[in-house]
């Protein structure tokens, strides 16, 4: 017994840890109705103030009010007054990608101001870290442990005593279920959601003000590993009880502790399962909880009142305007292709080729997201799976690396249509949050392995070779060549499903999927093979990119990269095959020009938060903001075409006809 206890005891300040942010993201889900995945984000941010103030000699009460209650407000209404504001309740993709963008944006710009030094654990707030306050049996207690308890403990009481039967807590979860609605009753929801969303920031603050000593130095990954760790508590409570997110954030604690105490550290149940227990929980909890299931599902009456999305601007400009778009398109491909083939310095030349590859993997955006009306935050996975599995390939068994990039798009074809079988019954917000556990599992469980993702040094990986011609050289004209031909038979695939029945299947079950349900359509079927599809996509792009680096490791399919990914395709236009595209050049020239900056502004951190700024816009046009601007420039051509066009014979006879009967006789002299 004095064993389970000296295992499980230390378990809980940790269970407390991500209690604290469960508490938080429930805090946040409850009375916004957004699951902010950028609350790891703005954790981090709090957290990165409250170190840079203390290491100025800034005092610890300060510092911590400038970051609780100064910063982290503010940083909530903004995000409420400029952006979560304008989204529509029942809108859950421009939620999801908003969210996404914001979980993006803040750690790169924090790094832009502050640069990327090192920065090291900061001070506890009140008690002493080194100092043992208690002893529970023979375990000891210390002033770090005992301060995350204490605090968690106040929190629980707390926010359960807001959120509970309390008129201001009645008044929130209104605004939460339709805003609109709250309003014919004279409430100001505007005013109620913006006293939310500052709250639940504070509470951000504080957990990341909290969390930050229990690190030996402060990296934004850990605040995002923990929200995906806390989200498996939360959905203990099914996002909506803070009393439950506190048991079972520290009852995910004691598990996990027990399991590094009983487990050998030498072990695959220590090195594999460990990582691991925070991310099967959460999805287990997805597809086995009914009311997990069933979140974002429609609650608004005035929900009928949101217009439909604009359609592609390629399907209503005139014929005359898109046959000279078509053509002038055609000319400019051919210009740049032959620019790279001839007078394009190297450098330029290999991010070019990379933005061909990057495009390939964004088609499978397109197919999930753009055709099939689901936000999948594991791309970059799949991507690793057919790298991997096309390294390990070539690697090990000598097979020819383009042989080598189709069977791992096979094999990332199938671990998609593996991992949709889980998520046959969500859509929406736990379909993303599914995806991201998937992708967070194969960070820490999957990919560090050997057998995966090869040493820690990384796999070297072969370019092809065709015949004679070896494309193993210091140019990467010759593989820019294939990679095009590659991308071409791919956006032609992805048309062909568009335009297949399978593609209407998509179109109807993303507009209703009771209707389409009831005319004969099933959609497990329709689920599994667009995720096959995109998953096969990706792999076959992830294959490529590893062959064209000639070297690949775990870092570089991690699930931050899926993110980028998911925010870079919404900012120019994610229902189209060109959207992915320019999103692929775009990213990759983006970056080329930016490398030109000195110091850490010459960073890819630059293009990342220009792109998510550009998803932000995700609710106002979802379409793509490069789609839009299409659209504002293609309008303004059309009229200029219109106002330089002569008037018809026919409209010229009509309207000589109309003058003559107003004005009877006007001929007549």
Known sequence: MSTFLSYALPGIPFGCTYAIVAMGLVLTYRTTGVFNFGFGAQAFVSAYLYTVLTENGVPVGLACVLSVLVLAPVLGGVLDRFLFRRIAPTNTTAKVVSAVAVSVALPELVNLVFGSATRFAPPTLFLDPGRVYLHVGATPVNGLELETVLVSAGVVVVLSALLGASRLGLTIRAAVESPRLLELEGIRADRVLLAAWMGSSVMAGLAGVLLAPQYPTLQSNDYAVLLVAALAAAALGNLADIPLALVGGIVLGVVEGLAAGYFSPTSVWHTGLLPAIPFLLLALLLVGRRKMRALEENEDPLAGCDPPPPPSITLTRSHELDRVIKVGGRILAVAAVLSVLTWVPGDWGFALTAGLVYSIIFLSITLITGLGGEVSLCQATF????????????????????????????????????????????????????????????????????????????????????????????????????????????????????????????????????????????????????????????????????????????????????????????????????????????FTVLQQLLSYLPGRWGSGGIAIVLFAFGALTYAAHPEGVVEYEKRVWTERAERLLRRDQPPHDGLVIATSTVGALEHPGADDG
């Not at 949050?433 to 599992?441: I, K, P, Q, S």
């Not at 050289?473 to 062909?496: D, H, I, M, R």
């Not at 590893?546 to 931050?560: H, I, K």
């Open 383 to 586: 991507a690793g799976v057919g790298a991997f599995a096309a390294a390990q390939l070539a690697v090990h068994q000598g097979l020819p690396i383009l042989l080598g990039a189709v069977v791992g798009a096979v094999v990332a074809a199938g671990v998609g249509a593996i991992g949709a079988l889980p998520a046959l019954r969500l859509r929406g917000l736990p379909l993303a949050l599914l995806t991201l556990a998937l992708a967070l599992l194969a960070d820490n469980a999957v990919f560090p392995y050997s057998w995966a993702g090869g040493p820690p040094v990384g796999l070297v990986v072969p370019r092809p070779v065709i015949g004679s011609l070896n494309l193993a050289t210091t140019s990467t004209k010759g593989f820019f060549v294939l990679v095009l031909v590659v991308l071409v038979l791919c956006a032609a695939g992805v048309k062909l499903v568009q335009r297949s029945t399978v593609g209407l299947y998509l179109e109807a079950l993303r507009a209703s999927p009771v209707g389409a349900e009831s005319l004969g359509i099933n959609p497990s079927v329709a689920k599994v093979l667009v995720f096959a599809l995109s998953a096969g996509l990706a792999g076959l792009g992830g294959a490529l990119y590893a062959s064209l680096q000639q070297t690949v490791t775990p870092a570089d399919f991690n699930y931050e990269l899926s993110l980028v990914f998911v925010v870079v395709v919404v900012t120019t236009g994610v229902r189209t095959i060109e959207g992915a595209i320019q999103a692929g050049i775009g």
